[in-house]
């Protein structure tokens, strides 16, 4: 008989109504002004969010854009990165981030990430530098921020920029400074789920540059700074005043949330500590983490995390495949065993709920069904 109380039993991955209903009536209040105004495109709501969320960073300059893809693409180009070019990135991230060097028809270099934290790694970066290294790309991942500051002097060496995939890491820090802010730009993203989420799709491009600022919002709105003088070839990718609003609303609750995510992430961690089977998640030296995601690894993934979808608990897996074993990137060549650490990693992984307002009751009906999946038993 199941004796897991009712009220934590179906227990999903991310709880985006509890965000909602804090700030609903915020959002009804902004939406009706955006529709009386009819300043659906650009207009007051998002030029506020793109200074709050500058200021929030301590970033010169926020560009918002369609979404988080395009983010990255636009960073890479603004930053003169184009065909031919080589760009270094972990082998183990979302494949949007490769897909934004592709697009602007540079090279894809994957590198293999460090085995603890599985962050890009800066001896594996170096080792990849060649006379065609024109950007390396680290990924914020999971909340962490990566070790920038060992990519600086590999990058200035060879000259290449440092371009941030910081969609995982709003509010997260490095050495007291915030990621999105360590390189030349930074590409984010507000996909709903992610710490900082819109109602849809959403992005930004953070820098202090303001000249590579300045050539983002130029890009992003068809190569054009004013109406019918274009430029360049650019893309349609701005960030609407709707998304501004929702996303102005739950600006004013991040630092709280991040807070709150912490504290999941330590009740976790005093939860699952005493089982060796799990290999937990820990904070490096000099970071403070956002935990957008609390990803542990254990033996039989698959059959783990099967149990605990059938019996109600959404775990996940971010990420099942490396970039470079993915049908899309199998032409750049490298196969099975050419990045070990990720590919392990891709075997373990898995991303247990974690959300701002997970209660207690929540955390240990999770930790009890993953012991319970780890040995086979079911939860009774």
Known sequence: MNTVPVDVQRIPLVDLQA???????????????IFESTAFIGGRAVTEFEDAYAGFLGARHCVGVGNGTDALELALRASGVGPGDEVILPANTFIATAEAVSRVGAVVVPVDVDPEYLLIDPLAVARAVTSRTRAIMPVHLFGQTAFVEQLEPIAAACG????????????????????????????TSFYPGKNLGAAGDAGAVLSNNEELADRVRMLSAHGSREKYRHEAVGVNSRLDAVQAVVLSAKLAHLDRWNG???EAARRYGHLLSEDPAILLPRQAEGNEDVWHLYVVRVPERDRVLAQLNAGGIGAGIHYPTPV?????????????????????????????????HISEAQQESVARFVRSALYGKGEQ
């Open 19 to 33: 965000q909602q209903r804090e700030i609903q009536e915020v959002v009804d209040a902004g939406l009706a002004r």
């Open 324 to 356: 470079h074993l993915t049908e899309a990137f199998w032409h750049l060549g490298h196969g099975p065993g050419s990045f070990p650490v990720a590919e392990l990693a891709a075997q373990q992984i898995l991303s247990l709920p974690l959300y701002p």
């Open 160 to 187: 290449a920029v440092i371009i941030e995939d910081a969609a995982q890491s709003q509010g997260a820090k490095r050495l007291g400074r915030s990621a999105g802010t360590l390189g030349v730009a930074a590409g």
């Open 260 to 262: 709150l995510r912490r």
